[in-house]
Structures are given as structure tokens and as C-alpha cells.
């Protein structure tokens, strides 16, 4: 029973670089999101999908992107990495968009970009 | 703008201690309100959740919170707790008119002292 997974647990990154945070699940959830946790912030969403081929903006999307091709994965890629990027990602799923329902959450990708 | 607040950054409590935190948010219409835990270095937990019903909900691990509708508030409590309830607190909203997107609060850290 993997519920939501994210790889990878932990990446440096230099300023300019490209990488994919990547998020799967396995519970056949609609809706798919993407937080970045920053202290006394608590939890900003980035980017979701509520099902396959429909992605939309967060409080906080630039420098980021998104693409849900699949019902299971939901990838996060940073363009042109910034030390402002710095930061706990977390993927989030949960089954029905248009209800509240309770959402599940990876395990987190500590990343810091120097 | 639509928020979600969560009054204290930082509480400091002994075991046998009672906890409440605060939470308030400013959405309108229905709302389904949520209580997270993350522990430390780990993801985050689902502690409790409000949908419709008795406002006075119970979660796992001894807590409960209560919902008040004319306060905008949803705050959490535990009577009497415990080393192992070191944790940072969420509070998160689930708005129909925010476009069912979930909206957390900054966080509370709570240590629990023995």
C-alpha cells in the first residue's frame, strides 16, 4: 500500500540548474497537488491537477512547472533553479476534486539550491 | 483575501499539560476544515477533520477540536499531553468558493517537555 511517493528524498541543486521532483500514486485519486513548506509559512500550494491533462496555478507557481499525463504522476520541474527555491516540497493526492475529502501526502523532497 | 491563521508560532508545554491552538479563517459559505501533524522529519498526518455534523470533533491520538461558525474558528485541543505530541500543527480549510483548493495555516510548533 505505497500511497503517494516522491523521489527524490533529498537533492542540492546549483543556481541555473533543471531537475524533476517526481510524485506518484497509487489510490486512483482525481485530484493531485504540489506544496513547498518554508518555516512559519506553513504549506503554499504551487501547482494542481484535478485529473489527467488539466493542470492550474497555486498561490506560488512561478519558476515552476507542471504536466499530469497520467492519472498517477504528477512531476514538478524547476526550470532554472534559484536559492529562493530553496525548500521541503511535498505532493499531495486526493480522490475527488469537487469534495472535500482527506488528502494524502508523500513523504517530502528536501531540496537546496546553492 | 481568503486565509487561514493559526494565532501561536512556538508553544512550549510540560507533560500532563493542556494544549489548545488557535486556528481562524476568513472564507466564506461552507467550508471543511482539517487538523495536520507532521512530526519531525516526517510527513504529514491527517489528525482530524470537520465536515458537517456535531462541531465538536474527536481525532486520534486523545485530540479534538471544535468548530464555531460564528467565530470563523476551528480550534484544536488535547487535555493532557504527552512527550510524543512534539510536533508542528497545521490547520487547513477546503473552501467551495476558494475552488476546493486546500489552504493551510502557518503552523504551530509545540514541544512537549518531560
Given at each position: 500500500n505505497a500511497g503517494v511517493t516522491q523521489t527524490p528524498k533529498f537533492q542540492v541543486l546549483k543556481t541555473g540548474q533543471s531537475m524533476t521532483l517526481q510524485c506518484a500514486q497509487?489510490?486512483?485519486?482525481?485530484y493531485m497537488s504540489w506544496y513547498r513548506q518554508d518555516p512559519g509559512m506553513g504549506l503554499r500550494l504551487i501547482h494542481y491537477s484535478v485529473g489527467a491533462g488539466i493542470t492550474d496555478q497555486g498561490e506560488v507557481p512561478n519558476g515552476y512547472n507542471v504536466s499530469r499525463s497520467t492519472t498517477e504522476d504528477f512531476p514538478l520541474r524547476l526550470l532554472s533553479a534559484a536559492p529562493s527555491q530553496t525548500s521541503v516540497y511535498f505532493c499531495a493526492s486526493r480522490r475527488d476534486p469537487q469534495r472535500a475529502t482527506e488528502a494524502f501526502f508523500g513523504q517530502g523532497t528536501r531540496l537546496t539550491v546553492v | 483575501a481568503q486565509s487561514v491563521s493559526q494565532h501561536n508560532h512556538h508553544v512550549i508545554l510540560s507533560e500532563a499539560a493542556s494544549l489548545e491552538l488557535g486556528c481562524n479563517y476568513s472564507y466564506g459559505g461552507t467550508v471543511n476544515l482539517f487538523w495536520y501533524v507532521q512530526y519531525p522529519g516526517q510527513h504529514l498526518q491527517l489528525l482530524l477533520k470537520y465536515?458537517?455534523?456535531?462541531?465538536?470533533v474527536k481525532g486520534i491520538k486523545g485530540f479534538e477540536a471544535e468548530f464555531i461558525k460564528s467565530k470563523f474558528s476551528f480550534n484544536l485541543r488535547k487535555p493532557s499531553v504527552q512527550w510524543s505530541d512534539t510536533a508542528e500543527y497545521f490547520c487547513a480549510v477546503v473552501s467551495k468558493a476558494a475552488g476546493n483548493k486546500l489552504t493551510f495555516g502557518g503552523g504551530t510548533r509545540v514541544l512537549v517537555k518531560p
Open positions: 497509487d489510490m486512483n485519486h482525481e | 465536515f458537517s455534523g456535531d462541531p465538536l
